[in-house]
Nanobody, 114 residues
Framework: QVQLVESGGGLVQPGGSLRLSCAASGNILSFNIMGWYRQAPGKQRELVARISYFGSSFYADSVKGRFTISRDIANNTMTLQMSSLKPEDTAVYFC????????WGQGTQVTVSS
């Protein structure tokens, strides 16, 4: 059974940075796609960024130029470097991996507030 564990969330001031990590229990090259989603209170879960097996990345317009998704294949981790954070980035962030099915982490809270 695949397990995804997120870490790195927290409270940050507007304009600040955070780095989220997602540790997978298995070889991340077994996934077709890995990505980060977020869900703010009262809103639907939305795609933030994803990275394919071949390493190509995609970003939501709202985070383009501020967030960077990457993989560390040797350590089976995926990261999301977030900078120039805004209050509207406040949400629970979830790690997702797609193979034979969708796998999800438990989520990590990111709060952007002064």
């Amino acid at each position: 059974q695949v397990q995804l564990v997120e870490s790195g969330g927290g409270l940050v001031q507007p304009g600040g940075s955070l780095r989220l990590s997602c540790a997978a229990s298995g070889n991340i090259l077994s996934f077709n796609i890995m990505g980060w989603y977020r869900q703010a209170p009262g809103k639907q879960r939305e795609l933030v960024a994803r990275i394919s097996y071949f390493g190509s990345s995609f970003y939501a317009d709202s985070v383009k130029g501020r967030f960077t998704i990457s993989r560390d294949i040797a350590n089976n981790t995926m990261t999301l470097q977030m900078s120039s954070l805004k209050p509207e980035d406040t949400a629970v962030y979830f790690c997702n991996a797609v193979a034979d099915q969708d796998y999800w982490g438990q989520g990590t809270q990111v709060t952007v507030s002064s």
